[in-house]
């Protein structure tokens, strides 16, 4: 979708029936489970100077690549957790791997120590897991058992498109065994409980969580009817075990319909999620201050609540038996990365179930699991509206951030103190009111206007008007302005918020 096409979707969704909104970056918090230890997933093949933007990321994420023991030749390291994982002074290194060597190689798990006679760290434990495809995987610690024991919680895809979750367990002897490990064609869950006080406080254990499985119920002939499976701890046997199925009816749909999106055909699935989607509160209304949106062709995912506006970059996805497995990585905060499990619910419904992976510590916004609805917006009004965008202009400006110049090739650059920053820029009309939109290349160098430092979009409205200026005229091109007055606001779904702050003045400046 080129940059006009996805500003007047957008742009005129705030005012479709539907309540559409506007995309716009702010800063992204994610939250970190207190007890989890989560790393950032690392693809390979995505390293390079230009990943970060700060030495303090790029040491966080060499710290989280980085195997302080020796690997066997053609061992491609994707994730390290590093800490006190078994209570002695030295820290402890859990590496997730595969090797190259081998056609269809699982991820491997090793469990690294520091050897206090060799003086030097090696790998005392290794084990395969039920992933294989290393973009998918995610590596975390947690106290599944409740009894303090370390567990190792693998998760991912594997080469038949299924979902896989491996649990190894730390025992008192220091040596690792496997207590769970799930393969099903649907999502694998940890249910989370609420653990009491004295659990928190470290003077008694608690119950242990179960783990939730959605699979393809192969006694129903509709697509979508699912099974849950739970799995729960047997402290006899020392695994998991399963415990009971409940049969999920799903949306009687149209099975040729079905069998096509869910056909795992390439581009399929992402083609017909491909807009913007509501959260559906657990009433069954649509929720209009958050959604999300999908880009496929801009590979981009776009998460909208109150709070955030956070930009991901899509950077590969997987089809599922009941839709699409994404992994993404925020454009702000490399280290942060986060994986959707998309299933179809209905043709204009989808259930998405959001994992963070998150290295760095951030707090949270929002909570993104749950039911989305398709944003509807009828191809007449986009119609109608096509040339709410004006076209670039040639025009030099002075303001108090400096030397502003619009280039017609729809990029801008601003000089101020000597250092030069640049972008790309669009003045378009919505909601009855003009606006100009201003996307800087790198760090912002424009007051933050969507919700706090870090924001890569800057939205004005702008007076006087230029887009009905150029529309109106018999040619579609007028000079540019002498004067333009930019008042900071935000877009969201509930329309055009003002936010009070004092006019950027621009004054055409001589060549």
Not at 94 to 114: C, G, K, Q, T, W
């Amino acid at each position: 979708m080129n940059k006009k096409n996805l500003l007047t979707v957008i742009g005129f969704a705030i005012i479709a029936a539907a309540g559409a909104g506007f995309l716009v970056l702010g800063p992204f918090a994610g939250q970190k489970n207190q007890e989890r230890r989560r790393t950032r997933i690392i693809i390979p093949e995505e390293t390079g100077a230009g990943m970060y933007s700060s030495s303090g990321e790029q040491m966080t994420y060499e710290d989280g690549t980085a195997a302080r023991a020796v690997m066997d030749e053609g061992d491609l390291i994707i994730s390290v957790l590093t800490g006190d994982f078994d209570g002695d002074p030295a820290e402890e290194q859990i590496a997730a791997f595969r090797s190259l060597h081998e056609m269809e190689s699982p991820v491997y798990v090793s469990f690294i120590d520091y050897d206090e006679t060799e003086k030097e760290y090696r790998r005392v434990w290794t084990a395969p897991t039920a992933a294989t495809r290393p973009g998918t995987v995610s590596l975390f610690t947690q106290d599944l058992i409740g009894d303090r024991s370390l567990c190792v919680i693998l998760t991912g895809m594997n080469s038949q498109d299924k979902h896989t979750m491996t649990v190894f367990r730390l025992s008192a002897a220091a040596a690792f065994s496997i207590i769970a490990e799930i393969r099903i064609d649907g999502s694998i869950k940890i249910q989370e409980t609420e653990r009491s006080q004295a659990y928190h406080q470290g003077i008694a254990g608690d119950k242990s969580f179960t783990i939730t499985a959605y699979g393809y119920d192969t006694d129903s002939e509709n697509i979508l009817d699912q099974l849950e499976i739970t799995y729960a701890f047997n402290p006899e046997r020392k695994r998991y075990e399963q415990t009971g199925i409940t049969r999920l009816p799903g949306s009687q749909i149209e099975q040729r319909r079905l069998r096509e999106l869910l056909s795992g055909e390439k581009g399929v699935f992402e083609n017909f999620i491909s807009g913007l989607w509501y959260y559906v509160i657990p009433q069954g209304s649509p929720d209009q201050r958050q959604y999300i949106y999908f880009d496929p062709g801009g590979r981009e995912v776009v998460f909208v609540s109150d709070e955030a506006q956070q930009v991901f970059t899509w950077q590969n996805s997987n089809p599922t038996r009941y839709g699409l497995y994404i992994a993404s990585q925020n454009i702000s905060v490399t280290t942060l990365r986060r994986f959707l499990d998309i299933e179809l619910e209905s043709l204009d419904s989808i259930r998405v179930k959001v994992f963070e992976d998150v290295r760095l510590k951030i707090a949270v916004s929002a909570a993104w699991d749950g039911s989305y609805r398709r944003a509807s917006i009828s191809p007449r009004t986009i119609e109608e509206n096509e040339n709410t965008v004006a076209p670039p202009f040639d025009a030099l400006y002075d303001s108090s951030l400096g030397r502003l110049r619009f280039f017609p090739s729809g990029e801008y650059e601003l000089s101020s103190g000597g250092a030069a920053h640049r972008g790309r820029y669009v003045f378009f009309r919505a909601n009855g009111e003009e606006l100009l939109e201003l996307r800087p290349e790198g760090e912002s160098p424009f007051p933050e206007a969507n919700g706090g430092a870090g924001a890569a979009r800057t939205v004005y409205r702008v007076e006087p008007p230029v887009v009905s200026a150029s529309t109106d005229g018999a040619t579609g091109e007028v000079p540019p302005p002498e004067a333009l007055g930019l008042f900071r606001v935000r877009l969201s779904a509930a329309g055009i918020q003002e936010l009070h702050e004092g006019a950027l003045a621009l004054t055409r400046a001589q060549e």
